[in-house]
């Protein structure tokens, strides 16, 4: 293990000097000359980088050309973090970095300026630079790897802090862990943009690690906001398998094989519940604002208002908003409402207790700017007319009913089509609502009525689900009569009219599943498009044959969802509670391919093995996985690369211009260097040419 790590050390150094070794020389772009893409390279650093028993003030780093400095504050971090973020300044060919902490004795600290420095003529960054000294007689030394993921869209996560806590100085707290939220790291490592982290200059002890998502860039973890990874044991640097290391050519900064794996993840349950705020938006209308989703409410009362006449509407994405809709006349409405609500919040220890507080809220009706103009306008049309001895006929106002409904084109018949009000419904006479099958064309078009029904959305109480017998490429009427519809503001419908049919098959592919399933666990399959937005899914699947119909033609991939407590949502991890979330993975089948292509009229046939989908997360494995992702990732760039080739070899054909054909020339000349490029990246053997 000694040899490994003194490997795995000497190769983090020549990561280090790389910048050193990257040119020789400026290389300056003369007129009609080539464009410089070359980073910056350093000449000197005074104190030398790895120093020890470390008591200066400025660093100094000097560079082959004039450097400037970008996005200080976003790339640069410390470890351990410093109270007081050091200064970079430049100064002739160089930076100076001025550390105004008091710094700890026997410490390791590192100066990580992530790509802050770049050449002042172009802006080429220099990737990973990292400046390490000691306030003792040593420097940590031993490094480890790993890799931070999306636990849901199964993809990796750019940027994520990973927070390394010795484990001997933490308390043992076996059933609540709030070690992120009220500690600071003992180091700090942060992955590159393919996800991959390489934390250098630990100790050979045992660490607690964490991985936060800094969604802000404040170098902090919000709960409920960034997203947040945690590991079920604690790692020694020492004792992890070696792992190989390298430096990615094409995205120019250092990559390795992941030994570390975490799958990252929002934690809303950590927000302590409690009522923020009550709001009366309209003189029917209160919302109730809750800090966290799915508050639990014992008992409401206002008063003035019967209980049953208060329609409750849980309509928000987030599940943290309710709102009290007033079923009464507006001259019954009191201006100001009192109430108690009794619900469970979190007191200042977090402990989940009932509690009952007043509600009050006051209404008075306030005229909008284009209410006022609208008013003024009429006024002066009235005027007008009384004075030329004319009769004074308002104009129409709109309905301000609304309704929509995707009752329109082509619809799913497996899903149907759905309404949507703005506010909730009072009076729906469902009987005289009509829905038509309509066979024959034009003139010869007949209507036949087919029995229906509506389902309310329980999150929603102004969305409807409208259901039927429905046929496959058929033509539907859909008809709302005048008045049949009333909200709880006193508001009808007009009639409403539309015209749509049901998808042909035979526009579409299938996708037939054959899944063999674990006992006992069941599953979740979302049948996504190539940017893995989820379009269909099946719910409580076990072992056995599935068909996905009405999957549009194009490119689409399926993530699966390991339904642990089975129920048919993914469900997220609990910090506080050390609990991970449920496994979520894109299917990969045995060619390496995650992506598949589908055409009209075209059955597809996959076959999923659970074990295999869901194989426990070994290094090994994670390194088969991410190779076959990025075997998947470079094909479709060949393909797109091939694509342009062809494209500009059009043009040319197109084109007899010398200077056009000399383009597409260099176009060829670029696109074999690319092409060799990646002839590296699948080639066997040689771990500098690997790239996640």
Same mark, same amino acid.
Request: charged share 20%; proline share 1%.
């Given at each position: 293990?000694? /040899?490994?790590?003194?490997?795995?050390?000497t190769a983090v150094t020549l990561l280090f000097l790389g910048a050193f070794l990257t040119r020789c020389a400026n290389i300056m772009s003369p007129d009609g000359g080539p464009k410089d893409t070359l980073p910056p390279v350093i000449t000197a650093i005074t104190p030398g980088n790895f120093a020890t028993n470390f008591k200066e003030k $400025?660093?100094?780093i000097e560079f082959n050309e004039y450097v400037q400095i970008k996005d200080q504050n976003k790339e640069m971090f410390t470890s351990p973090a410093m109270k007081k973020m050091p200064l970079i300044s430049t100064r002739g060919k160089g930076i100076v970095i001025t550390i105004r902490d008091t710094l700890k004795e026997n410490q390791t600290y590192a100066i990580d300026l992530g790509s802050a420095i770049r050449d002042n003529n172009e802006g080429n960054p220099l990737n990973a630079m990292r400046y390490v000294f000691?306030?003792?007689?040593? @420097?940590?030394?031993?490094?480890?790897?790993?890799y931070t993921a999306d636990s849901y869209k199964a993809d990796s996560v750019s940027r994520t802090f990973l927070w390394f806590y010795i484990l001997d100085s933490l308390p043992d707290t076996p059933d609540y862990d709030s070690t992120i939220f009220n500690r600071k790291p003992d180091a700090i490592a942060r992955a590159q943009n393919n996800g991959i982290f390489i934390a250098q200059n630990l100790k050979p002890v045992k660490y607690r690690i964490y991985a936060i998502g800094d969604k802000n860039d404040n170098q902090l973890y919000e709960p409920g906001t960034d997203l947040v990874g945690i590991l079920d044991s604690a790692y020694n640097p020492a004792e992890l398998p070696p792992f190989a290391i390298w430096f990615d050519s094409l995205r120019h900064y250092p990559s390795a094989d992941p030994q570390l794996y975490f799958r990252m993840f929002t934690d809303k349950t950590f927000k302590a519940q409690r009522l923020v705020e009550a709001i009366r938006g309209d003189q029917k209308k209160i919302t109730l604002y809750f800090n966290t989703a799915l508050p639990d409410i014992d008992s409401l009362r206002l008063d003035s208002i019967p209980s049953d006449k208060i329609i409750y509407d849980p309509r928000t994405k987030g599940k943290d908003t309710l709102n009290l809709w007033i079923n009464l006349p507006a001259e019954e409405i009191p201006d100001t409402i009192k109430g108690e609500i009794t619900y469970y919040?979190?007191?200042?220890? &977090?402990? =989940?207790v009932k509690t009952t507080e007043p509600i009050k809220v006051a209404w008075k009706r306030v005229e909008s700017k284009e209410e006022q103009k609208e008013r003024e306008k009429e006024e002066r049309e009235r005027k007008k007319a009384e004075e030329e001895g004319r009769e004074y006929i308002p104009p129409k106002k709109a309905n301000p009913f609304k309704f929509k409904s995707s009752a329109t084109g082509e619809i799913n018949p497996e899903k149907g089509f759905e309404i949507t009000v703005d506010f909730p419904l009072v009076t729906f006479d469902s009987t005289a609502v009509k829905l038509y099958k309509v066979t024959g064309e034009g003139t010869n078009a007949t209507e036949a009525e087919i029995e229906k029904h509506f389902v309310r959305d329980t999150l929603n109480i102004g969305h409807y689900f409208v259901r039927a017998a429905w046929e496959n490429a058929t033509k539907y &009427?859909? =008809? @709302?009569? $005048?008045?049949?519809?009333?909200? @709880?503001?006193? =508001?009808?419908?007009?009639?409403?009219?539309?015209?749509? +049919?049901? =998808?042909d098959p035979e526009k579409f592919a299938k996708i037939v599943l054959t899944v063999k399933g674990e006992e006992g666990k069941q599953y979740i399959i979302q049948q996504t498009d190539s940017s893995n937005k989820t379009q269909q899914e099946l719910k409580g699947v076990v072992s056995g044959k599935y068909t996905i119909n009405f999957v549009a033609p194009g490119e689409i991939r399926i993530r699966i969802i390991e339904d642990t407590n089975g129920n048919g949502q993914w469900d997220a991890g609990d910090v506080v509670n050390r609990l991970q979330p449920e496994r979520s993975e894109m299917f990969i089948n045995d060619k390496g391919e995650d992506?598949? +292509?589908?055409? +009209? /009229?075209?059955d597809i046939e996959i076959d999923i093995d659970m074990s295999s989908v869901f194989k426990p997360m070994t290094m090994e494995n994670l390194i088969q996985v991410l190779e076959e992702k990025e075997a998947s990732r470079i094909k479709k760039l060949s393909e797109e690369w091939e694509k342009k080739r062809l494209e500009n070899l059009n043009k040319v054909d197109q084109n007899s211009s010398g200077g056009m054909m000399g383009g597409a020339g260099g176009m060829m000349g670029g696109m074999g260097g690319m092409m060799g490029g990646l002839g590296g990246l699948t080639g066997s053997g040689n771990s500098s040419g690997r790239m996640f």
């Open positions: 293990m000694k /040899n490994s790590t003194l490997i795995l050390k $400025k660093i100094y000691s306030t003792g007689d040593t @420097v940590d030394s031993l490094i480890c790897s790993g919040k979190h007191d200042s220890i &977090r402990q =989940y &009427r859909f =008809y @709302v009569p $005048k008045g049949s519809l009333t909200d @709880v503001m006193g =508001y009808q419908c007009d009639s409403i009219s539309s015209s749509f +049919a049901t =998808y992506l598949f +292509a589908t055409k +009209a /009229n075209w």
